[in-house]
């Protein structure tokens, strides 16, 4: 052989050793894309194999090539994205050179990265010591290793929330105590509204959180800072200062509503404007309407008997009354009102005659007269709350009198003082007046005020049912409690309530009453000198309370699941405890906000023997607009809407409560914020005065309406809805 033919066979020998695949360990294919090949990043270089000495002819006598390691590749089996604790992978390398070939007897090192994550057994095998993320190492040289990532992740942390307990209602000191435990892992931290509390090595947690007035969102974390989404629970705690007790039939409420008067709405010391063009009188006080009401009232339906004198040598008659300018003050007392009456230039037209001296004279012609009138009226509030006015005091005095007669012997018969027709005359405008202070303008007075408070007598709350809504009947009455005034300044006309059903009805849930503040609260009262109106936030919760009572919020929304879920075949909702209206945060754009807590939510997965438990909580901001003759109740149309699953109805899981919050908020949540606006939204229609009030002056009025307006926006403080307005009398 020559040596040209004996160097061509060495090499094709070594080709054939280079491509036999045979050499690698373990039977698993290896994943070549899942690892690096080599920590420096170096790409493997010519590092040669044997040598032969071609110019003297001699070869090794190890035809073995020495192979240089070029980079490393490293598996866990089995592989997993997420291991837990208890699983134990072994570590498969293989080391390779340049071209690829295997150096099966390469020495290898292994280690850990981070140093304390896991620890590698005498068998290859890796036994994990915390969770989060790290790797395992193969180093072929100091500088040339290969890795294989991993995450460790137990499960999320376990969290027990000891107390408070689900639906718990507190009252009296405002704060609550939050205790639970979780895992003893040092690595977990437990926030409580995105608070850090501390742990102990027990795993327990202990803090104290400042109670708001309605439902306490409190919601607890426990963070391994490994599993996505943290471990959460959310808690609805209601606080109030105070609760009202609630029945199955009806609400008693004391002291729910307060109608505030000042002296300028009472009386703002101007005379009345005249009809507008429309040909209504527009009067924005109740002095100034009592005096457009004279003037246009015939004051003859006041005299008991027109026919003032009639004897054989003295007979006289009125035939009319001309009112002349009436001038009416009302002024507020400790206890109620005190009533000026002046009518100067009143006329009587006369008839009759009168004998003097045998001889007889015609007493026709007009009596003017100028009188005023004082009476001083206490308010009292009787058994069924309507208002009135007891007279206890009254004055009258004849300022001037003096006769227009055809015949001037009767003129100066008249003109005498003392003499029998001047007396029976200043007796008949003594009897008109008397009627006007002491009877006419109290009851018109009193009247006028319980038709101020007539609609509130009556208020049906009703809603028809609109699946899956069920239907609500409620009845809420207010009545006047107590008035109490501030001399010449105001007075406060003192509300109670009753929120009653049309028949008892047992709660779906134990009652935990009605949340109010202190009874001793008072309004913050605007500083206008007009009409306000405060409403306790206790009346709207007595409301949504009573709701609850009938089931209003205990309902199946199976038929709203659209047809894109299979999985749900059956989706109730059942809210433990009432909604409540609270005041909104401070910043807040809306008035006030309505909260629903604690509301387990029942999902059938048809698959699963029974339902998967989820809790939700709702918030929606909560508005009132002054529309043509109501309060209207406006809601958010988005809620912001929490969901917790409890538990698992089955083995197939149940679905993401994201879901679920998106679902509601785009199905039941408009519907349900529609049906408590509506129980919200009050009529208030002009206040039409009753007849009775103006009647017996026969008058040529037809009607007298009260039409409220509201020139700026409520607020609320102190747990009272404060509303500002302001009337104007309309006379027809």
Request: net charge negative; charged share 30%.
């Given at each position: 052989m020559t040596r040209l033919h004996f160097i061509i066979t060495i090499g094709l020998c070594l080709t054939v050793l280079a491509c036999d695949d045979s050499q690698s360990i373990g039977s698993a294919p290896l994943d070549m894309s899942t690892n690096s090949m080599a920590d420096t990043g170096h790409q493997p270089m010519d590092l040669g194999v044997g040598s032969q000495d071609v110019g003297?002819?001699?070869?090794?006598?190890?035809?073995?090539?020495?192979?240089?390691?070029?980079?490393?590749?490293?598996?866990?089996?089995?592989?997993?994205?997420?291991?837990?604790?208890?699983?134990?992978?072994?570590?498969?390398?293989?080391?390779?050179?340049?071209?690829?070939?295997?150096?099966?007897?390469?020495?290898?090192?292994?280690?850990?990265?981070?140093?304390?994550?896991?620890?590698?057994?005498?068998?290859?095998?890796?036994?994990?010591?915390?969770?989060?993320?790290?790797?395992?190492?193969?180093?072929?040289?100091?500088?040339?290793?290969?890795?294989?990532?991993?995450?460790?992740?137990?499960?999320?942390?376990?969290?027990?929330?000891?107390?408070?307990?689900?639906?718990?209602?507190?009252?009296?000191?405002?704060?609550?105590?939050?205790?639970?435990?979780?895992?003893?892992?040092?690595?977990?931290?437990?926030?409580?509204?995105?608070?850090?509390?501390?742990?102990?090595?027990?795993?327990?947690?202990?803090?104290?959180?400042?109670?708001?007035?309605?439902?306490?969102?409190?919601?607890?974390?426990?963070?391994?800072?490994?599993?996505?989404?943290?471990?959460?629970?959310?808690?609805?705690?209601?606080?109030?200062?105070?609760?009202?007790?609630?029945?199955?039939?009806?609400?008693?409420?004391?002291?729910?509503?307060?109608?505030?008067?000042?002296?300028?709405?009472?009386?703002?010391?101007?005379?009345?404007?005249?009809?507008?063009?429309?040909?209504?009188q527009r009067v924005p006080d109740l002095a100034g309407t009592a005096e457009a009401l004279l003037s246009r009232s015939n004051l003859m339906m006041l005299l008991d008997n027109p026919q003032i004198a009639d004897d054989d040598d003295f007979s006289m008659r009125i035939t009319n009354v001309d009112q002349g300018t009436p001038d009416v003050t009302i002024l507020l007392t400790d206890t109620g009102f005190e009533i000026f009456i002046r009518l100067e230039d009143l006329a009587f037209d006369t008839e009759g005659f009168i004998d003097v001296a045998g001889e007889s004279f015609s007493l026709v012609g007009r009596v003017l007269l100028t009188v005023a009138g004082f009476a001083s009226a206490e308010m009292r509030i009787d058994d069924q709350g309507i208002p009135g006015l007891i007279v206890d005091d009254f004055g009258l005095a004849v300022e001037s009198l003096s006769g227009e007669f055809n015949d001037s012997t009767a003129q100066a018969v008249v003109d005498t003082v003392g003499s029998i027709a001047r007396r029976v005359l200043n007796s008949a405008a003594d009897e008109l007046v008397r009627d006007l202070v002491a009877d006419e303008l109290p009851n018109f007075i009193e009247l006028g005020l319980d038709d101020v408070i007539e609609p509130l007598r009556d208020i049906s709350l009703n809603l028809s049912p609109d699946p899956p809504l069920a239907g609500i009947e409620l009845n809420l009455s207010l009545n006047a409690q107590e008035p109490i005034f501030a001399r010449r300044d105001r007075l406060e006309l003192i509300l109670g309530g009753t929120v009653r059903q049309p028949m008892a009805v047992q709660a779906p849930h134990p009652h935990p009453g009605i949340p109010d503040f202190p009874p001793e609260a008072d309004p913050v009262w605007p500083p206008n000198r007009g009409i306000s109106m405060a409403i306790r936030l206790s009346l709207f919760n007595s409301v949504l309370s009573s709701a609850w009572h009938q089931g209003a919020f205990s309902i199946d929304l199976s038929e709203i699941v659209p047809d894109g879920f299979p999985q749900i075949s059956g989706l109730t909702m059942d809210a433990r405890i009432p909604p409540v209206i609270v005041p909104a945060q401070p910043g807040s754009p809306n008035l006030m906000e309505l909260q629903f807590g604690e509301i387990d939510l029942f999902v059938q997965n048809p698959l699963n023997a029974s339902p998967d438990h989820y809790v939700m909580s709702l918030r929606a901001g909560v508005g009132l607009e002054f529309a043509a003759g109501e309060i209207e109740g406006i809601v958010d149309e988005v809620p912001d809407v929490r969901f917790e699953l409890l538990s698992e109805g089955g083995e197939f899981p149940a679905l993401d409560p994201a879901l679920f919050s998106a679902l509601l908020q785009a199905q039941i949540g408009p519907e349900l914020n529609e049906a408590v606006a509506e129980l919200l939204t009050v009529d208030l229609d002009g206040i039409v005065v009753e007849a009775d009030a103006f009647s017996p002056l026969n008058s040529d009025i037809e009607t007298i309406t009260i039409q409220p307006t509201f020139p700026s926006p409520p607020r609320i403080q102190n747990g009272w809805l404060i509303i500002e307005a302001t009337a104007v009398t309309e006379i027809r």
């Open positions: 003297t002819g001699q070869t090794d006598m190890d035809l073995t090539p020495t192979l240089i390691p070029a980079y490393v590749d490293v598996e866990l089996r089995p592989r997993r994205g997420i291991y837990r604790r208890s699983d134990r992978p072994a570590i498969e390398y293989v080391v390779y050179d340049r071209i690829g070939r295997i150096i099966a007897d390469a020495p290898v090192r292994l280690d850990i990265q981070p140093m304390g994550q896991a620890e590698i057994g005498e068998d290859e095998t890796i036994t994990f010591l915390l969770e989060g993320a790290g790797a395992v190492r193969a180093c072929a040289t100091p500088d040339l290793c290969g890795r294989a990532s991993f995450y460790v992740d137990d499960a999320a942390p376990s969290l027990e929330i000891i107390e408070p307990t689900r639906a718990a209602i507190l009252t009296g000191d405002p704060s609550i105590r939050v205790r639970g435990r979780t895992d003893t892992d040092p690595g977990i931290r437990v926030f409580i509204n995105d608070r850090p509390v501390m742990v102990d090595e027990m795993g327990e947690f202990e803090t104290e959180l400042r109670a708001e007035f309605g439902l306490n969102r409190i919601d607890v974390i426990a963070d391994d800072g490994v599993r996505r989404p943290a471990t959460r629970s959310v808690r609805e705690v209601l606080w109030a200062p105070t609760v009202i007790p609630a029945d199955d039939a009806e609400i008693a409420l004391d002291r729910v509503a307060i109608m505030r008067f000042h002296q300028a709405v009472i009386d703002r010391q101007e005379a009345p404007d005249p009809p507008g063009p429309d040909g209504v």
